[in-house]
């Protein structure tokens, strides 16, 4: 395929796949018909059977060149197959336009300082798990590293003391860059405000711009409440102290925590999933125990 690529990447032998694809030509009449020069052509067109796009043969005094379609096809097939991943429904690429969008919206609203203070948004998620796992997943640093960024990014930095006064620190980067060979995509700095375990969290968070400074602070408030079949999650975020150079952060809140909240509802689905499985093992192994007894 690479080798194919490379062949095709030529402008002139392009063209000279295109007089092919219309039919079999010897080797002068494809130099006259791409104005080119005869040595040059039958450089180009050697490249092209190298690669495996055409086939020659020689009739009399002259080489017929014609082009074979498979390698084509295959080209097709793999081109087809990458176009088909960047139109799939709910993919990087969807998310990637979408905060394009915003993004372009936020730059034109933000003129001046103050521009998106009192901005607020609301998120709600009903979670597997009962308040106190839900509380555990927002303040423990193990498990709030598995959830607090959005998708394609991993936690590399995180201090979370959930007390009144507590610090939170956060830095994430790209989920492969594995080795910081890639720039920082995020960090913030904030203070723990409320704590009420089970119940309520509230704090205040930074995220800071590249040059150092706070980009704005967003005033974070998490209720929880207890259902039937486990906890809803109610998240209020308020803007204050917003820069100029802040549209880029507002821009991706609302994708970018929808999708760190979506996240942590898989996290604690598999918790679910988990203790219904030990619950299921546990029971089955107390039932084979009072079987033994009885038969003694």
Do not use: N
């Not at 176009?83 to 998310?95: C, E, I, K, Q, Y």
């Amino acid at each position: 395929m690479d080798a194919l690529l490379s062949a095709l990447a030529d402008p002139a032998r392009w063209r000279l796949v295109s007089l092919l694809a219309e039919r079999p030509r010897p080797v002068g009449v494809l130099a006259q018909l791409a104005g080119a020069r005869q040595p040059q052509t039958t450089k180009h067109l050697q490249a092209l059977e190298r690669a495996g796009v055409v086939t020659s043969q020689r009739s009399g005094q002259r080489r017929v060149y014609a082009l074979r379609a498979a390698p084509l096809r295959e080209l097709a097939a793999v081109l087809t197959g990458l176009a088909d991943s960047v139109d799939r429904a709910g993919g990087s690429r969807s998310t990637f336009e979408r905060y394009g969008v915003s993004l372009r919206a936020e730059r034109l609203t933000a003129e001046e300082p103050g521009w998106a203070d009192g901005r607020s948004f609301t998120f709600r998620r009903s979670l597997a798990g009962r308040p106190g796992r839900v509380w555990r997943h927002l303040t423990e640093v193990p498990l709030l590293a598995h959830w607090w960024t959005p998708a394609d990014l991993r936690v590399s930095a995180l201090v979370f003391e959930a007390r009144p006064g507590g610090r939170i620190v956060q830095e994430y980067r790209d989920t492969e860059d594995t080795d910081g060979c890639d720039p920082v995509a995020g960090r913030a700095e904030g203070i723990v405000d409320d704590v009420r375990p089970g119940e309520y969290l509230a704090y205040r968070l930074s995220p800071l711009l590249p040059r150092g400074g706070p980009a704005f602070t967003a005033h974070v408030g998490l209720a929880l409440r207890p259902t039937g079949t486990g906890t809803d999650l109610d998240v209020h975020w308020r803007i204050t102290g917003s820069t100029v150079d802040s549209a880029d952060f507002v821009a991706g809140i609302e994708i970018g925590f929808g999708q760190s909240l979506d996240r942590l509802a898989a996290a604690l689905a598999t918790d679910a999933r988990t203790a219904d499985d030990t619950a299921d093992t546990d029971s089955t192994d107390s039932t084979d125990s009072t079987d033994t007894r009885s038969k003694r």
